[in-house]
C-alpha cells in the first residue's frame, strides 16, 4: 500500500503543473485583476458590498457555483490530456525501464495512474477551488466592512455558502469521477498502446464503435444505434434535479442552503449499476493495456 | 563431511528469442553461480541486450530461464525485489528532485536504503535539491550508480551503464562499483563495449555472437587456456602456423597469434608469449565457428 502511494503521489509530482501549480497562478491573475478592478473604480467597492448583504445569493452562491462549474471544465480537460499522455509518459520521456526495474507490476503502476486521475489530481484542482472560492467570499467580506453593512451574521452567512457550495461541488466532483471512470480507463489503455494517438482516436472511438453495430446490425444511420444512444446516456453528466429548478427560476429563487439537499438527490439519481459496470470495465481495460505493456519493449 | 551446494542465480536452458519471424537468440545454456562478476561481451546485435531482457524479465523468450529460482517474465514485480539494473543511465524520471527520487524508492523498493544512497553521493557534485533533468550525463551515471548500490540486491545486471561516458567517470564509476558494493554475496553482469576497461574485475566471460554463446570461462581458465604470440622473424611464422592458430594479424611489421589451448613452452621459442587482452581475444573469437562446442556451464 505504501508503495502504491508512492506511486500515486509520483504521478502529482509529474503533472502538478497542470492539476496544482497552473490553477494556482490562474488565480493569482484572477485576484490581482480583482484588486486592480477594485482599484481603479471599475468595480464600485460599495455597491458591491450592499449587494452581497441583501442578495447573497445573486452576489455569492450564483457565482460560487458558476467558479465551480468553471474549474470543472478545466479539470474535465487536463484529466482527458492527462490519460491521453500520462499514461504513456514513463515511453515517452525513456524512464520506462526504470521503473521496470521497481519491484511493481505494470498492472499496479498503470492502476496508480488511474487512481491519481480520480483522487490527488482533481483533490489538487478542488483545493484550488475552494481557495478561489475562500477568496472571492473575503473580497465580498471586504465590501461589506467597507460599505458599513458586516456585521457576524453576514460573516456567518459567507459560511454558510462556501460550506455549501463546497459540499455540493465535492459531491458533483466524486460522482462525476466514478461517472467518467471507464473513460478515462479507456483513453489511458489505448494510450498505453498508441501513446498520443489516444487523443484523436478516443474522440473517434464511439464514432466507429456505432458505424460498426450500424454496419453489421442495422439501422437508420450510426446515431441511431443502441451502442450511440448507450454511450450518449454513460457521457451525460449527472447532476440533481434542482439545478433545472434554479435556471428556470434564476438567482433570487435559490436557496443557499441547498448543499445536503442537492448532495443525497445527486446521489440518489446515479445508476450505481452503471457505476459498478463501469469499473469492472475500467480494470479489464487497464488490465489488457497490463498485458501490452509487459510485453512490449521497453526500451 | 556434508556438502552445501549453492544453487545458481541464473540458469537458462535452450533459451531462444524471435523479433518478428527472425530468431535473435538460438538457444542459449549458461548457468551463472553467485559471488561471480560476469562480462557478457559482443558486436551490436549479438543479442547481449536481448539475453539481458530475458533475465530481468522485460521480453518473452522460449526455453528456460530461472533468476534466483524464478520465472523472470511471470515474476518480474517480485523478482526486483533482489535484482538491480541499469539498462541505460538516462531513464532516471527527469521531472524529479534527487529527494524526491530518493523518497519515493523509500517507499517503493523495500530494499531501497536513502541513507546508502546519500552516502554514495558524497563526494559528488550532486545535491538533494537538484532536478535529474539539470545534471549533466556522468552526474546522471553517478546517480543512477548510487540508486542501484543502495539496493540490497543479489543480482545487479548493468547493460552498458557508461555508454557516454568520459574516460575519468567510466573509471570512478567501476572503482566504486567495486570497492563499494560487491561481496561474496552478490553477483554481476556487466555488458560493455569497452572491455579492456572491466576485464580487472572481472571473474568470468561470456562472448556472445549472432545469438551463439561462443566463449563461456572463467578468466584463470581464459588465461590458461589462450595464449598470445608475436613473432618477428618470417621463418617463425611457419611454425607458429603449423601449431593452429585461431587468429593471425599483422601490426607494425609484427605478426601477432592467438592460439587456443597450446602449451606456452611450444610457442615461447617462436617469439613473445603472453596473454591475450580480452578486447584481442575479442576480436580473434569473432571470426571462428565457436571457442568451446563443449556445453557450457
Known amino acids: 500500500m505504501k508503495a502504491f502511494a508512492a506511486l500515486v503521489h509520483r504521478e502529482f509530482i509529474e503533472h502538478r503543473g497542470a492539476f496544482f501549480i497552473g490553477p494556482l497562478l490562474l488565480v493569482a491573475v484572477v485576484v490581482a485583476m480583482t484588486v486592480l478592478a477594485f482599484t ?17 445569493g445573486v452576489v455569492l452562491f450564483w457565482p460560487a457555483m458558476v467558479l465551480g462549474v468553471a474549474w470543472g471544465l478545466y479539470l474535465l480537460a487536463v484529466l482527458f490530456f492527462y490519460c491521453a499522455d500520462g499514461f504513456a509518459a514513463d515511453k515517452r520521456n525513456n524512464s520506462m525501464l526504470f521503473w521496470k526495474s521497481m519491484p511493481v507490476s505494470d ?6 495512474k488511474l487512481a491519481a486521475a480520480i483522487t490527488i489530481l482533481p483533490g489538487a484542482v478542488y483545493a484550488v477551488v475552494l481557495l478561489s472560492m475562500a477568496l472571492m467570499l473575503a473580497t465580498a467580506q471586504i465590501a461589506m466592512m467597507i460599505n458599513g453593512t458586516a456585521a457576524m451574521s453576514s460573516l456567518l452567512g459567507l459560511v454558510t455558502i462556501f460550506w455549501n457550495v463546497a459540499l455540493i461541488e465535492l459531491v458533483q466532483l466524486l460522482v462525476s469521477l466514478l461517472w467518467y471512470l471507464p473513460f478515462m480507463a479507456l483513453v489511458g489503455a489505448m494510450a498505453v498502446v498508441v501513446g498520443r494517438w489516444a487523443i484523436p482516436l478516443s474522440l473517434l472511438l464511439p464514432t466507429l ?14 446515431f441511431e444505434t443502441r451502442t450511440w444512444h448507450y454511450l450518449s446516456y454513460r457521457a451525460t453528466m449527472r447532476e440533481a434535479g434542482m439545478v433545472d429548478t434554479w435556471i428556470a427560476d434564476g438567482p433570487m429563487g435559490v436557496d443557499v442552503n441547498s448543499g445536503v ?33 509487459r510485453r512490449a519493449a521497453a526500451n | 563431511m556434508s556438502e552445501t551446494i549453492i544453487d545458481p542465480v541464473v540458469t537458462a536452458r535452450g533459451l531462444r528469442k524471435k523479433f518478428g519471424g527472425k530468431e535473435i537468440l538460438h538457444g542459449l545454456d549458461f548457468d551463472i553461480p553467485a559471488g561471480r562478476i560476469y562480462g557478457l561481451v559482443g558486436h551490436n546485435g549479438a543479442g547481449k541486450t536481448t539475453t539481458l531482457n530475458a533475465m530481468l524479465g522485460l521480453t518473452s523468450y522460449e526455453g528456460t530461464i530461472r533468476v534466483l529460482g524464478e520465472d523472470p517474465f511471470a515474476r518480474r514485480a517480485h523478482l526486483m525485489e533482489n535484482v538491480a539494473f541499469i539498462s541505460d543511465v538516462a531513464s532516471l524520471p527527469r521531472f524529479l528532485r534527487v529527494r524526491e527520487l530518493f523518497a519515493l524508492l523509500s517507499n517503493i523498493h523495500p530494499n531501497f ?10 563526494g559528488t557534485d550532486i545535491r538533494p535539491e ?12 553517478q546517480l543512477h550508480l548510487a540508486v542501484v548500490m543502495a539496493i540490497d540486491a543479489k543480482l545487479l545486471v548493468l547493460d552498458e551503464p557508461t555508454l557516454g561516458l568520459d574516460i575519468t567517470y567510466r573509471k570512478r564509476f567501476y572503482r566504486r562499483l567495486l570497492e563499494d558494493y560487491m561481496t561474496e554475496e552478490r553477483t554481476l553482469i556487466i555488458t560493455t563495449h569497452q572491455v579492456d576497461e572491466i576485464e580487472f574485475m572481472l571473474s568470468d566471460i561470456m562472448f556472445i555472437r549472432d545469438g551463439d554463446l561462443i566463449l563461456h570461462m572463467q578468466m584463470e581458465t581464459v588465461n590458461e587456456k589462450f595464449s598470445q604470440l608475436v613473432a618477428n622473424e618470417a621463418e617463425t611464422h611457419a611454425a607458429a602456423r603449423a601449431l593452429g592458430p585461431v587468429y593471425e594479424e599483422t601490426r607494425f611489421g609484427q605478426t601477432v ?24 581475444l575479442f576480436v580473434a573469437l569473432m571470426q571462428r565457428p565457436t571457442a568451446n562446442p563443449e556445453t557450457a556451464r
Request: glycine share 8%; hydrophobic share 50%; proline share 4%.
Open chain 1, 40 to 56: 481603479v473604480g471599475r468595480v464600485d467597492v460599495r455597491i458591491t458590498g450592499s449587494m452581497a448583504t441583501m442578495l447573497p
Open chain 1, 107 to 112: 498492472f499496479r503502476m498503470l492502476l496508480a
Open chain 1, 209 to 222: 464503435a456505432a458505424t460498426v453495430e450500424w454496419v453489421t446490425l442495422g439501422g437508420l444511420h450510426p
Open chain 1, 261 to 293: 439537499a442537492y448532495a443525497l438527490d445527486l446521489i440518489s439519481r446515479i445508476d450505481w449499476l452503471q457505476v459498478g459496470i463501469g469499473i469492472a470495465f475500467a480494470l479489464g481495460v487497464l488490465y489488457l493495456a497490463s498485458e501490452y505493456r
Open chain 2, 113 to 122: 536504503s536513502t541513507d546508502k544512497a546519500r552516502s554514495f553521493l558524497e
Open chain 2, 130 to 141: 537538484m532536478k535529474i533533468r539539470t545534471l549533466s550525463k556522468g552526474m546522471m551515471a
Open chain 2, 257 to 280: 597469434f592467438i592460439f587456443d589451448g597450446v602449451p606456452r613452452e611450444k610457442l615461447e621459442p617462436l617469439g613473445k608469449v603472453s596473454t591475450p587482452t580480452l578486447s584481442d
